[in-house]
C-alpha cells in the first residue's frame, strides 16, 4: 500500500497527530557549562499544573546530514571514531550549522564534499529530527542527494583534520543499510533516520519529497 504524503494525511489519522510550536514559561536559566560547540543549561519551567521543574538540556547549533544515492541504489557511509560511545560508526557525511546564514542545503553539499569528496547536482529534503529532545535542541535536517560524483583531486583543497583523517568511504545497497540497521550494525542516529526514510521515500520514485529549501517546521 502506498504511502500518503505529506500533503495527503490519512483519513484514519486525526490531523493533530503533527509536531506543534509551544513554549511553556521559563521562570529561571541558569548555564552550566559552555564548550566550543554546545553549552548545557538549566531552565526552571511551570508545569500544567502550576508547579515548577528543572530541566537541564545541550543548547547546539544544529546540523544537517546527507543520504547520498548513485544511479545504482547505493547509498554512500563514512566511518567516523566517536569518542563518547568508544566507537567507530558507520554514519552519514554530516556536519555543523556552523556558517552564520548559510543555506543548509549548501551546508550539506560543503559536508558531502569534504567528508566524502563527493559532490551532487539534485537535493532534496529527506528528514526533519531531533536527535535527543529530551536532553538537546539539537535539530538535523537531512538531505537525499542524487546525481553524484566524486570530486576531482585537483579540485580538492580541503585540508582534513582529527577524526577526519582517517574515515573510510563505501557505498553499500539501499536495502543492505536497512538490513544492517535493523540488525543492530548501525546505530548512529541520523544514520539510521535517514537510511529507513531513503527507503521508504524510494517507494513512490521519490516523488513524495519536499524540496531542498523548504522551510523548518
Not at 536532553?135 to 583543497?157: Q, Y
Not at 580541503?158 to 545497497?173: A, Q, S, T
Request: with cysteine; charged share 30%; aromatic share 6%.
Amino acid at each position: 500500500m502506498k504511502a500518503p504524503s505529506s500533503n495527503e494525511p490519512s483519513p484514519d489519522v486525526p490531523p493533530q497527530v503533527r509536531d506543534v510550536e509551544e513554549s511553556w514559561e521559563v521562570v529561571a536559566a541558569a548555564e552550566r557549562f559552555s564548550g566550543r560547540v554546545i553549552s548545557v543549561r538549566t531552565d526552571t519551567v511551570v508545569m500544567p499544573d502550576g508547579g515548577t521543574a528543572d530541566r537541564d538540556y545541550a543548547v547546539h547549533p544544529g546540523s544537517v546530514a546527507v543520504v547520498a544515492l548513485d544511479d545504482s541504489g547505493r547509498v554512500l557511509l563514512i566511518r567516523q571514531y566517536r569518542h563518547p560511545m568508544r566507537r567507530l560508526l558507520w554514519e552519514l557525511p554530516a556536519g555543523l550549522r556552523d556558517v552564520p546564514g548559510e543555506p543548509l542545503v549548501a551546508c550539506a553539499a560543503r559536508e558531502l564534499a569534504e567528508e566524502a569528496r563527493y559532490r551532487a547536482r539534485a537535493w532534496d529534503t529527506l528528514v526533519d529530527v531531533y536527535t535527543s529532545p529530551g536532553m538537546t535542541d539539537e535539530r538535523i535536517r537531512i538531505f537525499l542527494a542524487r546525481d553524484v560524483a566524486p570530486i576531482p583531486e585537483e579540485e580538492d583543497s580541503y585540508v582534513r583534520r582529527n577524526e577526519e583523517i582517517d574515515m573510510p568511504v563505501v557505498w553499500i545497497p539501499l536495502a543492505e543499510a536497512v538490513d544492517r540497521v535493523l540488525t543492530g550494525m548501525i546505530h548512529n542516529s541520523p544514520a539510521v533516520a535517514g537510511i529507513l526514510a531513503a527507503y521508504a521515500a524510494s517507494a513512490d520514485g521519490f516523488k513524495g519529497l519536499r524540496p531542498a529549501d523548504a522551510p523548518e517546521a
